[in-house]
């Protein structure tokens, strides 16, 4: 009656210096399994006219921050697969919803740390790009919420009447959803250089 998709990771490092069998590995455990779960219970939801899905994506689906792109780009294809599959399967009356979540209390953060594109030394090209990276995931951590919070989000999608498209937790998350929204992109590159501590031309070799 109810599939949820939260199994997940994110593969940190610069797009350029990711290897593929890692930012592959990163769309399989993030993407495409949650595909494949979602094919395997179609069938049966359709032949009893009901069923929910509920996808757990991140704010990281709807904007792309630096050494986390491979991530961001499994999330944003987590999304667009659930806004196409909610119309596809709605005639069968099947509920597809998306839950959002910023920084939530778990091993995500520890979990980056020990894969192999968070390995860097100062003859990196990236280099500048980790001097200041223990202070920015302290910062977002201190925006986090706590995992119980989001299991009432993915309860509340999984019970509800008429469950919304999307479910965003925490005020990061709904910030960040909001200027994405408003804001042209430009600024929204300037806010995230800063907050991330993405280093200018002089600091590059």
Partial sequence: DILVNNAGYGEPGPVETVAPDD?????????????ELIR???????RQRSGRIVNVSSVAGRFGY?????????KHALEALSDALR??????????????????????FEVAKERPGAEHDDAH????????????EAEIRKQGT????IAQ???????ARRPRDR???????????????LMPRRWLDRIAARQFRVPGPEQVR
């Fill in 23 to 35: 930012y592959r590995r990163q769309f399989e455990v993030n993407f495409f399994a949650p595909a």
């Fill in 40 to 46: 395997a219970v179609l069938p049966i939801m359709r």
């Fill in 66 to 74: 630096p050494l986390f792109g491979w991530y961001c780009a499994s």
């Fill in 87 to 108: 119309m596809e399967v709605r005639p069968w009356g099947i509920d597809v919803a998306l839950i959002e979540p910023g920084p939530v209390e778990t091993e995500f």
């Fill in 125 to 136: 090209p990236y280099a500048p790009f980790f001097e200041h990276i223990d202070e920015v």
């Fill in 146 to 149: 706590t995992a119980d919070k």
């Fill in 153 to 159: 989000q993915i309860l509340a999608a999984c019970t």
């Fill in 167 to 181: 479910y965003v937790s925490t005020f990061m998350a709904k910030s960040t959803i909001w200027a994405v929204k």
